[in-house]
């Protein structure tokens, strides 16, 4: 909301202009005041958005017959709220100069009416081109209803993209939904994989003892079998060969499995 305070110069005082502004106002829905200056301007002060003062600001420049508007002077402020309506401020002894000026009026309306009996013939002349003036009117108005039509369907096609928005962020959180349970798969595989390792774990620490159980069995038949002492020993050292390679085999096969899993975990932002 703005407040819009315009001081209007010309032919403006005692000629129907107030109640003209009045009447532009009320059609508008503007509240505000306006009200005769001493040095012969009206002053206007008008609240209402931006596009009605707009469209009140061209309004007030009216020129015909009686009104006469020079000049107007604009300045835009912030709006007060302070009016109920739209008036005017009366001077105390307007009525008389306004009863004084109506004579005026109607003595210069009466030469004019005895001016347009001689000129009747020019007007039923001129009648044709009034008449091109009014279709022209009815073309431009017909043009503003085509405008208007043609917000009406942007307004509509705003509505349809926003649905198709709608339905854009719908699939998406449905998208979103399907990652969520990819990977939870993952995970489930992952930890089927755990379980896999921690079995061959198991099985490692069952053949290293079953190793060492068959290295103790080989120390006491050396110790039975001492005249063979040194062809059993040579034995023991190929047996503690063949087993340091199977125990490097099993650990090196560990390790990878270790590290595959490290691998996974650290592609999947776990670790």
Request: a negative charge.
């Given at each position: 909301?703005?407040?819009?305070?315009?001081?209007?110069?010309?032919?403006?005082?005692?000629?129907?202009?107030?109640?003209?502004?009045?009447?532009?106002?009320?059609?508008?829905?503007?509240?505000?005041i306006v009200e005769?200056?001493?040095?012969?301007?009206?002053?206007?002060?008008?609240?209402?958005?931006?596009?009605k003062l707009k469209w009140?600001?061209?309004?007030?420049e009216i020129k015909n017959t009686l009104?006469?508007?020079?000049?107007?002077?604009?300045?835009?402020?912030?709006?007060?709220?302070?009016?109920?309506?739209?008036?005017?401020?009366?001077?105390?002894?307007?009525?008389?100069?306004r009863l004084d000026k109506g004579i005026d009026v109607m003595n210069k309306?009466?030469?004019?009416?005895?001016?347009?009996?001689?000129?009747?013939?020019?007007?039923?002349?001129?009648l044709g081109g009034k008449m091109d003036v009014l279709g022209n009117k009815m073309d431009a108005l017909g043009g503003k209803m085509d405008v208007l039509g043609d917000k009406i369907d942007v307004v509509g096609d705003k509505v349809d993209a926003l649905g198709g928005k709608m339905d854009v962020l719908g699939d998406k959180i449905?998208?979103?939904?399907?990652?969520?349970?990819?990977?939870?798969g993952k995970m489930d595989v992952l930890g089927d994989k755990i379980d896999v390792v921690g079995d061959k774990v198991d099985s490692l620490g069952g053949k290293m003892d079953l190793m060492i159980q068959k290295q103790d069995e080989l120390i006491v038949e050396v110790?039975?079998?001492?005249?063979?002492?040194?062809?059993?020993?040579?034995?023991?050292?190929?047996?503690?060969?063949?087993?340091?390679?199977?125990?490097e085999n099993e650990i090196f096969e560990m390790r990878n499995d270790i590290a595959e899993i490290k691998s996974a975990l650290k592609a999947k932002g776990i670790i």
């Open positions: 909301m703005k407040r819009l305070t315009a001081t209007v110069s010309g032919k403006v005082q005692k000629v129907g202009y107030r109640k003209r502004i009045i009447d532009i106002a009320s059609a508008f829905g503007i509240k505000g005769n200056l001493e040095d012969g301007r009206v002053k206007i002060v008008a609240e209402s958005d931006d596009e009140f600001e061209n309004a007030i009104i006469q508007v020079a000049s107007v002077e604009k300045d835009y402020s912030p709006a007060r709220g302070e009016f109920a309506g739209f008036g005017k401020i009366v001077a105390g002894d307007e009525t008389d100069s309306m009466l030469v004019a009416i005895i001016d347009v009996k001689t000129t009747i013939v020019d007007m039923n002349s001129n449905d998208v979103v939904g399907d990652k969520v349970d990819a990977l939870g110790k039975d079998m001492s005249q063979n002492q040194n062809e059993i020993l040579v034995e023991v050292k190929d047996l503690n060969k063949k087993i340091s390679r199977n125990q």
